[in-house]
């Protein structure tokens, strides 16, 4: 940073610190002693519809010829438009790219001093997509995506960089943020399927519940804390086509067993936001969904948080959806069906539709008070009232410091998964002249992915001092390295040259995947890695080199033309930044690799078969199809050492309802390196009167084991866990045989309700 700069910098905080003392005591006068229905009493319509309003932080932002100016600056007039017009109580997004602590604070506070004059003087809750870390605040640790981090299987990790998250965003005076999502991903077409924790019912209950934790902290109000904000309820993550935002086609029954338990682990662990499906669900969009919303949410599960619509999502359901009139009646719908706040987000139309339609009685004050209610609740529970200006003690350095930046580099050290590595082509030794081939090499736009200081994270122009990419970090080990991008993701280039390198070398560590992408720019037709790509790997196996094949990406593009034709292949996600640094780790045997796959990755496009699948899907391999045979399988993970199980043992071979069983098994590290292993418990329900799944994760539990090491590793089971949703949708547990696995070992137990 220049000196001017910095100086810049010192001179903004003293100004600032005088603005936000005088805003604490203008907030903390007012309203602080207050409770929430008094606060209620005063306000007007027009002022309880703002508290309903969220708007694009881009609305209020100085633009010229309808670009935003940057240094992002706020348009004063704009935010008076919005705030003493409109009364709008939440803003969200970042003006399209990120900014440094000390613009967010400038800006937040901006708002919050207009909030402050206000009559109402109710603080403006400010929310965020911090996906993995606070990527919109430059400089701040960006983490490997949710999917990668299903791959440690590692709860306390994930709980850990949800702390971290929070602690960077309140630095950023950004008190809520819009993670995680907990849609099973189970349909690898879908362009968010980098945003889930897999294709696992219980891998994503628990990631979900150790993450919403993890942001929440014990005490909401906390610098350490924000309010989490699970989504997209419910379904989202299925589309039938693949693409973003389309129809759902699910029976209850399967909603119930598949997408609905990683919600309720969230609500149990007190998640104070939700944001709801873009989609619809059997042809009703979620956001007018009464039964969805009203029934399901709030009085079966019980939630009391605040709900939140996704990004234009009322306005769509007459847009697009077609089930609304125009934009007053869809807001009459989705206001109706149980909305609190709106994601407008561009202008201010909803707050005066929404006023309409209560004064004609079409959505009563009742209803509009129970939302305000939540809204404010939230508001209060994160100390807004009483300093919504409060700047985080010490932020500069803790803020994006080498500690949490260390964390980032075990999450992608733990997350990477080795699916092959035959003849022991791995670890590579740093006298071996290595070609480090192909478009994901040296990029870090590949290894951070989407929601990276951008929307779609697709600039490598932004500068990340501290990161390396996986050529850069290869090189910082082995200065015999060299690199070649041998084609972009979607043509070929200079070929004839990554060759040569390629020829010259000892072996090939051959980086492809794809190019990131969030949302609906990342639909796509075809799960096949890019023609360029895979001509890129023939010509490389050609060679007749080792080839590592290093795939950098956020959902499974098939590689199944060549994948067995390499000698190593090692998953790494999108690992983040400190992902580049992890790979080399692992390439060079540093880091034992330890991640197994949260999902299946497909050998063919048109197999998108889960682990948890039928037996029926498996016996089609009779009439000439492939039946179950993916690329790679769920759970899978290989590692530098052996890992060996024992003495498998359950407590009983019987179990009642209300008894649990004491599961045991012997691990043993027989290779002769540290690792961590993942023990994973499989249950089969032998006969049920819904067809069983072939399997399903039970429980699991990651050890680390020095070498010729030995650990027991026990779980407890209960007839719950062995519970599935019955026709009638109940959850139940029936009587007869289960079939307990780990790995090869089995037993057998009896259950009687
Ligand atoms: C996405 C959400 C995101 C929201 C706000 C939507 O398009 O579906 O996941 O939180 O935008 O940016």
Same mark, same amino acid.
């Given at each position: 940073?220049?000196?001017?700069?910095?100086?810049?910098?010192?001179?903004?905080?003293?100004?600032?610190?005088?603005?936000?003392?005088?805003?604490?005591?203008?907030?903390?006068?007012?309203?602080?002693?207050?409770?929430?229905?008094?606060?209620?009493?005063?306000?007007?319509?027009?002022?309880?519809?703002?508290?309903?309003?969220?708007? !694009?932080?881009?609305?209020?932002?100085?633009?010229?010829?309808?670009?935003?100016?940057?240094?992002? $600056?706020?348009?004063?007039?704009?935010?008076? =438009?919005?705030?003493?017009?409109?009364?709008?109580?939440?803003?969200?997004?970042?003006?399209?790219?990120?900014?440094?602590?000390?613009?967010?604070?400038?800006?937040?506070?901006?708002?919050?001093?207009?909030?402050?004059?206000?009559?109402?003087?109710?603080?403006?809750?400010?929310?965020?997509?911090?996906?993995?870390? &606070?990527?919109?605040?430059?400089?701040?640790?960006?983490?490997?995506?949710?999917?990668?981090?299903?791959?440690?299987?590692?709860?306390?990790?994930? *709980?850990?960089? &949800?702390?971290?998250?929070?602690?960077?965003?309140?630095?950023?005076?950004?008190?809520?943020?819009?993670?995680?999502?907990?849609?099973?991903?189970?349909?690898? #077409?879908?362009?968010?399927?980098?945003?889930?924790?897999?294709?696992?019912?219980?891998?994503?209950?628990?990631?979900?519940?150790?993450?919403?934790?993890?942001?929440?902290?014990?005490?909401?109000?906390?610098?350490?804390?924000?309010?989490?904000?699970?989504?997209?309820?419910?379904?989202?993550?299925?589309?039938?086509?693949? *693409?973003?935002? /389309?129809?759902?086609?699910?029976?209850?029954?399967?909603?119930?067993? /598949?997408?609905?338990?990683?919600?309720?682990?969230?609500?149990?662990?007190?998640?104070?936001?939700?944001?709801?499906?873009?989609? $619809?669900?059997?042809?009703?969009?979620?956001?007018?969904?009464?039964?969805?919303?009203?029934?399901?949410?709030? +009085?079966? #599960?019980?939630? $009391?948080?605040?709900?939140?619509?996704?990004?234009?999502?009322?306005?769509?359901?007459?847009?697009?959806?077609?089930?609304?009139?125009?934009?007053?009646?869809?807001?009459?719908?989705?206001?109706?069906?149980?909305?609190?706040?709106?994601?407008?987000?561009?202008?201010?139309?909803?707050? =005066? !539709?929404?006023?309409?339609?209560?004064?004609?009685?079409?959505?009563?004050?009742?209803?509009? +008070?129970?939302?305000?209610?939540?809204?404010?609740?939230?508001?209060?529970?994160?100390?807004?009232?009483?300093?919504?200006? &409060?700047?985080?003690?010490?932020?500069?350095?803790?803020?994006?410091?080498?500690?949490?930046?260390?964390?980032?580099?075990?999450?992608?050290?733990?997350?990477?998964?080795?699916?092959? !590595?035959?003849?022991?082509?791995?670890?590579?030794?740093?006298?071996?002249?290595?070609?480090?081939?192909?478009?994901?090499?040296?990029?870090?736009?590949?290894?951070?992915?989407?929601?990276?200081?951008?929307?779609?994270?697709?600039?490598?122009?932004?500068?990340?001092?501290?990161?390396?990419?996986?050529?850069?970090?290869?090189?910082?080990?082995?200065?015999?390295?060299?690199?070649?991008?041998?084609?972009?993701?979607?043509?070929?280039?200079?070929?004839?040259?990554?060759?040569?390198?390629?020829?010259?070398?000892?072996?090939?560590?051959?980086?492809?995947?794809?190019?990131?992408?969030?949302?609906?720019?990342?639909?796509?037709?075809?799960?096949?890695?890019?023609?360029?790509?895979?001509?890129?790997?023939?010509?490389?196996?050609?060679?007749?080199?080792?080839?590592?094949?290093?795939?950098? $990406?956020?959902?499974?593009?098939?590689?199944?033309?060549?994948?067995?034709?390499? +000698?190593?292949?090692?998953?790494?996600?999108?690992?983040?930044?400190?992902?580049?640094?992890?790979?080399?780790?692992?390439?060079?045997?540093?880091?034992?690799?330890?991640?197994?796959?949260?999902? /299946?990755?497909?050998?063919?496009?048109?197999?998108?078969?889960?682990?948890?699948? *039928?037996?029926?899907?498996?016996? +089609?391999?009779?009439?000439?199809?492939?039946?179950?045979?993916?690329?790679?399988?769920?759970?899978?993970? #290989?590692?530098?050492?052996?890992?060996?199980?024992?003495?498998?043992?359950?407590?009983?071979?019987?179990?009642?309802?209300?008894?649990?069983?004491?599961?045991?098994?012997?691990? #043993?590290?027989?290779?002769?390196?540290?690792?961590?292993?993942?023990?994973?418990?499989?249950?089969?329900?032998?006969?049920?009167?819904?067809?069983?799944?072939? *399997?399903?994760?039970?429980?699991?539990?990651?050890?680390?084991?020095?070498?010729?090491?030995?650990?027991?590793?026990?779980?407890?089971?209960?007839?719950?866990?062995?519970?599935?949703?019955? &026709?009638?949708?109940?959850?139940?547990?029936?009587?007869?045989?289960?079939?307990?696995?780990?790995? !090869?070992?089995?037993?057998?137990?009896?259950?009687?309700?």
């Amino acid at each position: 940073m220049s000196v001017i700069k910095s100086k810049y910098l010192r001179q903004y905080k003293v100004i600032a610190l005088f603005l936000f003392s005088f805003l604490i005591a203008k907030f903390s006068d007012a309203q602080s002693a207050n409770n929430i229905d008094d606060i209620i009493a005063k306000l007007t319509l027009e002022e309880k519809v703002g508290q309903m309003t969220q708007i !694009n932080l881009e609305v209020v932002l100085k633009k010229e010829n309808g670009a935003i100016v940057y240094p992002i $600056e706020i348009d004063t007039t704009k935010l008076q =438009e919005a705030i003493l017009r409109y009364k709008v109580g939440s803003f969200l997004n970042n003006g399209r790219m990120a900014h440094s602590r000390e613009e967010w604070l400038r800006v937040i506070s901006a708002i919050q001093v207009v909030a402050a004059k206000t009559d109402a003087q109710i603080p403006v809750l400010y929310g965020i997509d911090a996906i993995h870390g &606070a990527n919109y605040t430059s400089g701040s640790t960006l983490f490997p995506h949710q999917l990668a981090q299903a791959a440690t299987w590692n709860p306390s990790l994930v *709980k850990r960089i &949800a702390e971290i998250t929070a602690y960077e965003s309140r630095s950023s005076m950004i008190p809520w943020v819009f993670s995680p999502i907990v849609d099973v991903g189970r349909q690898p #077409l879908w362009s968010q399927f980098f945003e889930t924790y897999g294709e696992d019912v219980l891998l994503t209950s628990i990631m979900g519940a150790a993450a919403v934790r993890g942001y929440q902290g014990e005490d909401l109000s906390a610098d350490t804390s924000v309010a989490a904000c699970v989504k997209h309820f419910m379904g989202y993550s299925n589309p039938f086509s693949g *693409k973003d935002r /389309t129809p759902v086609y699910m029976d209850e029954r399967q909603l119930r067993e /598949t997408y609905l338990p990683p919600f309720q682990k969230a609500i149990d662990q007190g998640v104070r936001s939700l944001i709801v499906n873009s989609g $619809e669900l059997n042809g009703i969009p979620c956001h007018a969904n009464d039964f969805l919303l009203n029934g399901l949410l709030r +009085d079966e #599960l019980g939630f $009391e948080g605040v709900v939140l619509s996704d990004w234009g999502d009322i306005e769509r359901l007459a847009t697009v959806h077609r089930v609304a009139e125009n934009r007053k009646d869809a807001a009459r719908i989705a206001i109706n069906a149980g909305i609190d706040i709106s994601m407008v987000p561009n202008d201010f139309v909803f707050c =005066e !539709n929404l006023v309409d339609l209560v004064k004609r009685g079409e959505v009563s004050e009742a209803r509009i +008070d129970e939302s305000v209610r939540r809204i404010l609740q939230l508001k209060q529970d994160l100390g807004l009232f009483e300093d919504a200006t &409060a700047i985080v003690e010490n932020a500069e350095s803790r803020f994006g410091s080498n500690a949490h930046r260390q964390v980032a580099y075990q999450m992608a050290s733990e997350a990477i998964t080795l699916l092959k !590595n035959e003849g022991q082509t791995l670890p590579l030794s740093k006298e071996q002249k290595i070609a480090v081939i192909g478009p994901a090499a040296n990029s870090l736009a590949y290894l951070n992915g989407p929601w990276s200081r951008t929307w779609q994270g697709n600039d490598e122009m932004i500068e990340e001092e501290s990161a390396q990419t996986i050529f850069k970090a290869i090189q910082s080990q082995s200065k015999q390295s060299q690199y070649l991008l041998g084609c972009n993701s979607d043509s070929l280039v200079n070929i004839s040259r990554a060759l040569k390198v390629a020829n010259n070398s000892d072996v090939i560590v051959l980086c492809i995947g794809e190019k990131p992408s969030a949302e609906k720019p990342g639909d796509i037709d075809d799960l096949t890695i890019s023609e360029a790509e895979e001509k890129l790997a023939q010509a490389m196996i050609a060679t007749g080199k080792p080839v590592v094949l290093v795939l950098v $990406e956020g959902r499974p593009r098939i590689v199944s033309s060549f994948a067995d034709r390499c +000698d190593a292949v090692l998953l790494v996600y999108q690992p983040g930044n400190a992902g580049g640094a992890a790979t080399a780790d692992v390439l060079f045997g540093k880091v034992n690799p330890s991640g197994h796959l949260p999902f /299946t990755y497909p050998r063919n496009v048109n197999d998108l078969l889960t682990y948890d699948h *039928k037996k029926s899907e498996e016996v +089609d391999k009779h009439y000439g199809s492939s039946g179950y045979n993916p690329q790679w399988s769920f759970g899978e993970g #290989l590692s530098f050492t052996q890992f060996e199980y024992s003495d498998f043992k359950m407590s009983s071979d019987s179990l009642r309802t209300s008894s649990t069983l004491n599961v045991e098994v012997k691990v #043993l590290n027989s290779g002769v390196k540290k690792g961590k292993d993942v023990i994973q418990l499989y249950a089969t329900d032998e006969v049920a009167s819904i067809t069983p799944p072939v *399997k399903r994760l039970i429980a699991f539990d990651k050890v680390e084991l020095e070498a010729g090491q030995t650990k027991t590793v026990s779980f407890r089971v209960s007839s719950e866990d062995l519970s599935f949703m019955s &026709a009638q949708l109940k959850r139940v547990t029936e009587e007869g045989w289960f079939t307990f696995t780990i790995e !090869n070992l089995e037993q057998r137990v009896y259950f009687t309700p």
